[in-house]
């Protein structure tokens, strides 16, 4: 621990940041510290009148023949180029849609006809004991369907569990409750050398921290629209294919979007060459505009330096936040869950607690700062940092009201005890 910081010294932080101009193309209440983006980013505030513009004129007037003359149609390939240029993959191999466990399913299921193709005997998917639920849920739901075996590991028992039997290594890259990150190069490698394929969730990485899908020579990939891409609640996610394997097989989802011919509304489906076969139906395209200026913020972005920027600044943001907390809450239960290595670290930091995680966050709401609870051995306060618009001063004022309520016990208080429905 270094000397103790000031709030001055935040100021300065903040004074000398590239970034902070990025703040004003969001719409955030004011007084509010949002440290939530990585669970629901928020309004780009280009957004509204983006949207109107969409509903009142390409479909009020437009209607129809906006398909064609807004743009809609294509609206899956021209976002996921934008969102390739985030993760490291190339023009051409990204779409838009769908959900992160809808799209999982698909390049899953994908992966797996590409490892039956090989034989009998790789009948074995890795994933990690605390993914994310839904992730493993699909994918147990998927083997039960197509006779694999799903193997749950700890971290460090990935590597040498992989093997003769193994199909398919999916991880999410940034852990959603403790918010380390894995070495996608290294396990990639590791899968690849034991003759299994990798399928990377970037729902907590892209648009929070440096991604190269094609440096890491992954096989598949799918994210999440409304996190860190600031996409709306329930935005379209999104898949990547490496062209190795894009046209190799279908995808279990054949819709006519996928068509390599969806207007020749013929009877027998041929799959489109490329990631369009990833696509099923008609896309929800009010979100996927509103995607469309999460994106565009971005953008703006790439002219101050784009993700390396981006994950500078992610990164100063959470080494603030992890000493403050250490310099000015300690005495109080807090132990930090997340790996103090950059390396490892994701976007976000994770807190545990003995007792009381529930209510404590829910006090500091209360007080203006949006953070969230993970239940769990133990239970997790959880702080996202989105470098977009999140700065050194308000992260001095979070971690004091956190030191308040620690300190005056007023977490204890019946009204944040309460259950909620969604932490
Ligand atoms: C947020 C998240 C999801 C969300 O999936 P939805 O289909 O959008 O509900 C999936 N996987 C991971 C790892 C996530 O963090």
């Not at 513009?53 to 064609?68: C, F, K, M, T, Y």
Request: a neutral charge; proline letters at 5%; one cysteine or more.
């Amino acid at each position: 621990m270094g000397s103790a910081i000031a709030l001055q010294d935040c100021r300065a932080l903040d004074a000398a940041d590239p970034l902070r101009s990025l703040r004003d193309l969001f719409t955030l209440p004011d007084g509010l510290i949002y440290l939530d983006g990585n669970s629901l980013g928020p309004l780009p505030r280009a957004a509204p009148e983006r949207i109107a513009r969409a509903v009142q004129q390409e479909w009020g007037e437009g209607l129809i023949r906006s398909w064609n003359s807004a743009g809609w149609f294509d609206l899956p390939q021209r976002l996921g180029d934008r969102i390739a240029s985030l993760v490291g993959a190339g023009p051409g191999q990204v779409v838009a849609t769908d959900s992160t466990s809808v799209n999982l399913y698909k390049v899953l299921s994908a992966a797996l006809s590409i490892a039956a193709a090989d034989g009998p005997g790789r009948d074995v998917v890795l994933s990690e004991r605390s993914n994310f639920p839904t992730d493993l849920y699909i994918a147990e739901a998927l083997c039960r369907e197509r006779g694999f075996r799903l193997q749950l590991l700890e971290p460090h028992e990935i590597a040498g569990a992989l093997g003769a039997d193994s199909a398919v290594l999916m991880l999410t890259h940034v852990n959603y409750r403790s918010g380390a990150m894995h070495d996608m190069r290294a396990l990639t490698a590791a899968a690849h050398a034991a003759a299994a394929l990798a399928v990377w969730d970037l729902a907590h990485s892209a648009g929070a921290v440096e991604v190269d899908l094609t440096g890491a020579d992954a096989d598949f990939a799918v994210g999440c629209g409304y996190k860190y891409l600031n996409g709306g609640p329930g935005a379209p996610a999104f898949a990547w294919v490496h062209p190795r394997h894009a046209d190799r097989f279908w995808q279990p989802l054949a819709g006519w979007w996928g068509h390599a011919a969806p207007f020749a509304f013929t009877p027998d489906y041929r799959p489109a060459a490329g990631v369009g076969r990833y696509l099923c139906g008609t896309q929800p395209i009010l979100s996927m505009i509103a995607l469309e200026c999460g994106l565009a913020v971005f953008t703006a972005a790439q002219a101050l330096g784009g993700m390396p920027a981006l994950r500078r600044k992610s990164l100063a943001l959470t080494d603030l936040f992890i000493a403050l907390v250490e310099q000015r809450c300690a005495g109080h239960g807090l132990v930090l869950a997340t790996p103090r290595d950059h390396a490892q670290r994701g976007s976000q930091v994770c807190l545990s607690r003995e007792r009381g995680a529930c209510a404590i966050v829910q006090a500091l709401i209360a007080r203006g700062v949006i953070g969230d609870f993970r239940a769990g051995a133990p239970d997790i306060l959880r702080f996202g940092f989105t470098p977009l618009y999140l700065g050194f001063e308000q992260v001095w004022h979070a971690v004091e009201q956190l030191r308040q309520v620690l300190s005056d016990r007023s977490w204890e208080r019946c009204e944040f005890n309460r259950p909620q429905a969604v932490t």
